[in-house]
C-alpha cells in the first residue's frame, strides 16, 4: 500500500473514530391512511415478523461542515403501528399476537414482514444549505383462514418518499426533523397502500373463503 494511500486511510479511521451518533425517533402519530372504513365484522390477528418490532436502520457516517455524523433510525414500533391501523380500517376486531395463532382462534391471520428498506440521507452545505432524504420500504402481507391456517392472499406493498428541505440552521437536530418527516411519509404511503388492499381483499365473504 503506498505511503498516500496509507494516509488517506489513517485519516478517515480517525474521524470515523469521532463520528457523532445520533439516535432518531420516528414520530408515531403517522395519520391514518386515506382509506375508506369498511369494518367487516370478524376477529382478526396480526403478527409482524421478527424484526419488525424493533427493527432500527443504521446510516453510515455523512460530513456536515467540519463534523461527521451517522444515524439510527428507530423505525419498528412507527411501522407496525402504521400497518396495525390499515388492518383496524378494514376489520371490526384486531388483535396484534406474538407467538403463532392456533387453528379456530381468528378468522383471519395477516402476517406482516419487512422485504426492504432503504434510507438515503445527505446535507447541501452551498448556496441555501438543505437536508435530503429518501426512504423506502416494502412489506410483504399474507392472509390465512384462521380456522383452516391455509394462504388466502400474499401480496407486497411498497411505500417511498424523497423529501429536501431548506435548513434554517446548519445542524443534525434540524436536519434529523427533515429525515424523519421524509421515513414518515413514505410510512403513510405503504399504510395507505396496505390498507386498500386489505379493504379489496375484504370485500370477499368470508363463508366463501
Same mark, same amino acid.
Given at each position: ?54 427493527? #432500527? ?27 396495525? #391501523? ?73 411505500? #417511498? ?49
Amino acid at each position: 500500500m503506498g505511503l498516500s494511500r496509507l494516509c488517506m486511510v489513517l485519516v478517515t479511521a480517525l474521524l470515523l473514530g469521532c463520528t457523532q451518533k445520533h439516535p432518531v425517533s420516528i414520530g408515531s402519530d403517522v395519520p391514518p391512511p386515506p382509506v375508506a372504513k369498511t369494518n367487516v365484522q370478524a376477529s382478526v390477528a396480526v403478527s409482524f415478523k421478527k424484526p419488525m418490532r424493533s427493527y #432500527r436502520q443504521h446510516v453510515d457516517a455523512i460530513r456536515l461542515l467540519n463534523d461527521f455524523h451517522s444515524y439510527d433510525f428507530e423505525i419498528g414500533p412507527t411501522l407496525c403501528n402504521a400497518l396495525l #391501523r390499515s388492518v383496524d380500517n378494514a376489520y371490526s376486531s384486531v388483535a396484534e399476537i406474538s407467538q403463532p395463532a392456533s387453528p379456530g382462534d381468528y378468522a383471519l391471520v395477516i402476517v406482516f414482514s419487512l422485504q426492504k428498506s432503504q434510507i438515503d440521507v445527505s446535507f447541501e452545505e452551498r448556496l441555501a444549505p438543505s437536508a435530503r432524504a429518501y426512504s423506502l420500504f416494502a412489506v410483504s402481507v399474507e392472509v390465512f383462514n384462521g380456522k383452516t391456517m391455509v394462504p388466502l392472499h400474499s401480496s407486497t406493498v411498497n411505500g #417511498r418518499a424523497f423529501l429536501i428541505r431548506a435548513l434554517g440552521k446548519v445542524s443534525s437536530p434540524e436536519a434529523e426533523k427533515v429525515f424523519a418527516a421524509a421515513i414518515e411519509s413514505s410510512i403513510q404511503q405503504l399504510a395507505g397502500n396496505a390498507a386498500a388492499l386489505l379493504a379489496q381483499w375484504a370485500d370477499e365473504p368470508l363463508a366463501k373463503r
